[in-house]
């Protein structure tokens, strides 16, 4: 089966950057996924890792290292507006591109 | 606008009464998943679909069907709802091939 794992929460205070871990146990491995979910809205995507290295989107980065099966989320010049879930997820089968799995969601907090 | 649709957004009912949420997605995409979310537990993939008629289950299936008669609409039957199966419901789709998954904005199922 799949299992990840990721800090159920994390404070951070604004302008400052914070990372999220993400590692994961799972077979067929095919990339790791980010996700952002604000309180009562749905998840937005924010990155994606297939190979090993950093992915930067902006003020988001993601991190992906195969070799360890563990990848990080990291957000820069935090904002108010950043505070939310954030989750990651694989996306396995043997076919390639079936089941998804997700952690159970870092919420983060940022503090002024 | 691109988008995927869930309807109803909010539903009461009891015990033993089947119902059916539907989802529905304008982006002619080939995968289509549904996902249920519990406090602490994340997001949880009930079933997928990689296509038409192509139909899989997920960790969390029991209790759930699914069917993909039309590429744009992937409903999800609950044929006798039980009180556990009280939850937040997602629908998301993507390309076959892309990791992105774009959200529907969310069902929530009170099951009495």
């Known amino acids: 089966g799949q299992s990840l794992e990721q800090p159920s929460e994390v404070t951070a205070v604004e302008g400052a950057i914070v990372q999220i871990n993400c590692t994961y146990q799972t077979s067929g491995f095919y990339g790791l996924s980010w996700y952002q979910q604000h309180d009562g809205g749905a998840p937005t995507f924010l990155s994606y890792n297939a190979l090993d290295g950093l992915e930067e989107t902006g003020r988001f980065s993601s991190f992906l290292s195969r070799s360890d099966s563990y990848g990080y989320l990291l957000l820069q010049e935090l904002q108010m507006k950043d505070s939310a879930s954030y989750f990651c997820?694989?996306?396995?089968?043997?076919?390639?591109?079936?089941?998804?799995?997700f952690g159970i969601g870092t919420k983060l907090q940022v503090i002024p | 606008e691109a988008q995927v649709t869930q309807n109803p957004r909010y539903l009461i009912t009891v015990t033993g009464k089947k119902l059916t949420v539907t989802c529905s997605q304008n982006?002619?995409?080939?995968?289509m998943s549904w996902y249920r979310q519990d406090p602490g537990l994340g997001l949880r993939q009930i079933y997928y679909?990689?296509?038409?008629?192509?139909?899989d289950k997920g960790d969390v299936p029991e209790g759930y069907k699914v069917s993909r008669k039309e590429k744009r609409n992937f409903p999800l039957i609950l044929e006798s709802p039980s009180p556990n199966q009280t939850s937040l419901y997602f629908c998301?789709?993507?390309?076959?091939?892309?990791?992105?998954?774009?959200f529907g904005p969310g069902t929530r199922l009170l099951v009495l």
């Open positions: 998301a789709s993507s390309p076959l091939r892309d990791q992105t998954q774009y």
């Open positions: 997820a694989v996306r396995n089968g043997l076919g390639g591109y079936q089941k998804v799995t």
């Open positions: 982006m002619n995409h080939e995968y």
């Open positions: 679909s990689m296509n038409v008629e192509v139909t």
